[in-house]
């Protein structure tokens, strides 16, 4: 039987901020590690995307600067809590969850990333703030600039380390961690271990505690996994199109940021209103798509590996590889968008025959089971109830990010809390996230064909949605 959050030990502020959000009842990954972050202890925190390591951080990360660490009044550039993500919009996202956790304390939360204005950053850190939600290389440039120092650092979190990995900022890491207290807590949150986050563990991590929920890298019991063969490039177009039509949420994936804007548009113009997210983006185009997506004015988003970690997005109900992924690793991050929290989804990876015996070997790394099903079926089942077609005209206003995108999946067990609904000061990082620079990617049109081979995995069953 899971405790409950007073009975780990979270006070009873938090406890009352976090009911009147609907969240009564700790994930596995709270339940294990919040006795532990609480007493100050170092916590090396291992769990699969959507497990709830943001709130397994943001409570005792808010408890223990609003307790026994307090030091009075905040101090110009001299944070006390210090969090690093590795993308603008999970910087953006953790902010969203710490903010009302934070408000009944009097803790100030800013974030800092690239890609926008450093004014906005600049004025709040001269201001005073409590906790600094970063990506290393703008928080970096700051600290260079004299604008901040991380000396007064009380609790320093890593989150997604092992993305920072993936994305080659582990050097900046290790300056930015050097630079934080030796004495300090710190809680490193991964999914795995792998590209020098042990190194990382080793050396700024001190008698800590491991807590892992899930295998590294395991697949979400809740989804359903399926692999729809095409004979070419115009059946793959139509039956995208058609995996887009349904009435709920819906994730696409494309390799490249051409791909993904030129396909966005195509569904847009048939009337399937999508909206992109990608690296070529403004970091306002970003903030504005997401919120159109979070918010439902629309039910698309195609996106590149960028969305693949760090968007959490409530009731994603499909994610379509429209172009297969080259690893295993990526394979899972992008499935991660569905099935969240205890949700169910499905996640379907569309394949031409050049690209069938790669496929395989990805599915098969990732620990996916396949097993073949009726094609005409299966794609009923899984568009569901077909919206209907519409002319949509995308707004041209910024919208406040993170207020609709659901910052953390638990919230979803009462209405939707939101933040604090201001805009944030920042998230992400200048550089881009792996696997987006390259070949402008081939627009996919044509007819559909006859004969399609469709799997279903190992996620739990199909589920019939058709008469939803």
């Known amino acids: 039987m899971t405790s409950s959050f007073a009975a780990l030990g979270v006070p009873e502020r938090l406890v009352s901020t976090l009911a009147e959000q609907g969240v009564t009842e700790p994930f596995p990954i709270q339940a294990d590690t919040l006795r532990d972050t609480l007493a100050g202890r170092d916590v090396l925190g291992r769990g699969k995307t959507g497990s709830g390591k943001t709130l397994a951080f943001s409570i005792p990360l808010v408890a223990r600067l609003a307790g026994s660490l307090a030091g009075g009044k905040r101090r110009p550039g001299r944070p006390t809590g210090l969090v690093l993500a590795p993308t603008r919009e999970l910087a953006t996202q953790i902010a969203n969850v710490l903010e009302p956790l934070a408000q009944p304390y009097g803790l100030t939360v800013t974030t800092i990333f690239g890609g926008v204005s450093q004014n906005r950053q600049v004025s709040a850190l001269k201001a005073g703030v409590d906790i600094v939600v970063a990506c290393p290389g703008r928080l970096e440039d700051l600290m260079k600039q004299r604008f ?99 009435s709920e949420r819906r994730v696409l994936f494309l390799r490249t940021k051409h791909a993904a804007k030129k396909l966005a548009k195509q569904l847009t113009e048939s009337g399937i209103p999508a909206v992109d997210l990608h690296g070529n983006l403004s970091q306002a185009a970003r903030d504005r798509n997401l919120a159109e997506f979070g918010a439902g004015d629309v039910k698309v988003l195609v996106a590149t590996d960028v969305a693949a970690r760090g968007v959490h997005v409530d009731d994603v109900d499909l994610v379509v590889h429209v172009d297969p992924p080259t690893e295993h690793k990526a394979y899972l991050h992008r499935s991660g968008r569905t099935a969240r ?3 169910e989804g499905s996640v379907v990876t569309v394949v031409l025959p050049e690209q069938r015996r790669d496929v395989k070997a990805l599915l098969r790394k990732a620990d996916i089971t396949v097993a073949a099903s009726s094609a005409t079926d299966t794609i009923a089942e899984l568009v569901g109830v077909v919206a209907p077609h519409v002319r949509y005209v995308p707004k041209q206003h910024v919208q406040q990010p993170g207020t609709s995108t659901g910052a953390n999946a638990q919230r979803k067990r009462a209405a939707r809390a939101g933040g604090s609904g201001r805009p944030a000061a920042g998230g992400g990082d200048r550089r881009p996230a792996r696997g987006e620079s390259g070949r402008p990617g081939r627009t996919e049109s044509g007819r559909p064909t006859t004969g399609m081979a469709v799997s279903r995995g190992n996620g739990g069953g199909g589920r019939r949605r058709g008469g939803r």
């Not at 004495?183 to 807590?211: I, Y």
């Not at 590294?216 to 199109?241: F, Y």
């Open 341 to 343: 929290a205890g949700k």
């Open 148 to 246: 901040l120092t991380l000396d007064a650092v009380e609790i320093t979190v890593i989150d997604e380390a092992d993305h920072m990995a993936d994305l080659g900022f582990l050097p900046g890491v290790t300056r930015i961690l050097a630079a934080t207290p030796a004495g300090g807590q710190r809680l490193l949150f991964s999914a795995t271990l792998d590209n020098g986050v042990d190194k990382l563990v080793n050396r700024f991590l001190h008698d800590q505690v491991l807590h892992s929920v899930d295998e590294a890298n395991s697949p979400v019991a809740a989804m359903t996994h399926h692999v729809l063969e095409v004979d070419g490039a115009e059946a793959k177009r139509d039956l995208v199109r058609t995996l887009a039509s349904g």
